[in-house]
Nanobody, 122 residues
Framework: EVQLVESGGGLVQTGGSLKLSCETSGFAFDDYAIGWFRQAPGKEREEVSCINSGDGSTYYDDSVKGRFTISSDSAKNTVYLQMNSLKPEDTAVYYC???????????????WGKGTLVTVSI
């Protein structure tokens, strides 16, 4: 059974930092692209950042470049998202998702976690 479990969300002030974790199981970690996506109230789910542990390739949305860093630990089957310089507009539910073929698409990833809420206060 494929599982993706997010953790690390919470309430933080503008300018603060959080580190999200996505623990995975049930699939070949290094053969999949795994990424972070977010959905703010009233908005569509969007890509934040993705990584392919097999070849090290990464993707960042322009809105988070220079502030967020994605990383992975194949020994732990876990992907992380370090979020620095957080802004109120980063407030959203953050989801972890995986796909064997599609690299980073909010509309097409095969497997999803249940999400973790990140709230950035002014």
């Amino acid at each position: 059974e494929v599982q993706l479990v997010e953790s690390g969300g919470g309430l933080v002030q503008t300018g603060g930092s959080l580190k999200l974790s996505c623990e995975t199981s049930g699939f070949a970690f290094d053969d999949y692209a795994i990424g972070w996506f977010r959905q703010a109230p009233g908005k569509e789910r969007e890509e934040v950042s993705c990584i392919n542990s097999g070849d090290g390739s990464t993707y960042y949305d322009d809105s988070v470049k220079g502030r967020f860093t994605i990383s992975s630990d194949s020994a732990k089957n876990t992907v992380y998202l370090q979020m620095n310089s957080l802004k109120p507009e980063d407030t959203a539910v953050y989801y972890c998702a995986a796909d064997e073929i599609i690299f980073c698409s909010a509309a097409h990833m095969d497997y999803w976690g249940k999400g973790t809420l990140v709230t950035v206060s002014i």
